[in-house]
């Protein structure tokens, strides 16, 4: 079927700290995946992206991890800010030209 | 760069009416897909345009349209309008549809039907 789910729907962390968001796919056959963050009123802003040849990619403070085995994503942000504070969908590229989103995890950070 | 753009950012309709919703893609993006979501929900795919032409769907009715003209920028209309169609509808833009290239959102429509 067509869904991403994602492990805990609400996440809270203390500043500074790392952050790490869980993701769920059930296409083994998508070969493209990306993390979306979501403020209050605001369009998805793309985070990063990874593809399925590769099990890693790093940006500036996060990192996506992608264990095509047990089909499972993970988002890592490292020492978490109060600017981090909003709600993360993952998503898979599916049939070529759509995407697949979750239902989103929110992150709170603790100051 | 300009980033993707949509019209109008809140709209209130009643059931039976129709809506157009307007999306300017990011400079040198040649495809738009349009999303809705639902409140405390992810983006569900309605569909895509590449070259003026459908180019995928998800699962909506025939009332959801598109069009896409010469400059990329495009429309999403929807006919008689229905109680769940109250959702945020956003509009994102990509290079060369097909392509595992990430998708830029605009902040979207916020339409409630009344």
């Known amino acids: 079927g067509e869904s991403v789910g994602l492990h805990l729907p609400t996440l809270s962390v203390q500043e500074g700290d790392n952050s790490i968001i869980n993701c769920a796919y059930s296409n083994s056959a998508s070969d493209y995946f990306i993390w979306y963050k979501q403020e209050s009123g605001k369009g998805p802003q793309f985070i990063i992206d990874?593809?399925?040849?590769?099990d890693k990619r790093q940006g500036q403070r996060v990192t996506v991890l992608l264990n095509k085995t047990v089909k499972h994503l993970s988002l890592q942000i490292a020492a978490t800010q109060p600017g981090d504070s909003a709600v993360y969908f993952c998503a898979e590229k599916f049939q070529g030209n759509k995407l697949v989103f979750g239902a989103g995890t929110i992150l709170r950070v603790k100051s | 760069e300009t980033g993707v753009t949509q019209s109008p950012t809140h709209l209130i309709k009643t059931r039976g009416q129709q809506v157009t919703l307007r999306c300017s893609s990011q400079s040198g993006h040649n495809t738009v897909s349009w999303y809705q979501q639902a409140l405390g929900q992810g983006p569900q795919f309605i569909f895509q345009?590449?070259?003026?032409?459908?180019?995928g769907r998800g699962n909506f009715p025939p009332r959801f349209s598109g069009l896409q003209f010469p400059n990329y920028s495009s429309e999403l209309n929807v006919n008689a309008l229905e109680l769940d169609d109250s959702a945020l509808y956003l509009c994102a833009s990509s290079l060369n549809g097909q392509l595992n290239q990430p998708q830029h959102f605009g902040d979207g429509t916020r339409l409630s039907i009344l």
């Open positions: 345009y590449y070259r003026e032409e459908e180019n």
């Open positions: 990874i593809r399925s040849n590769m």
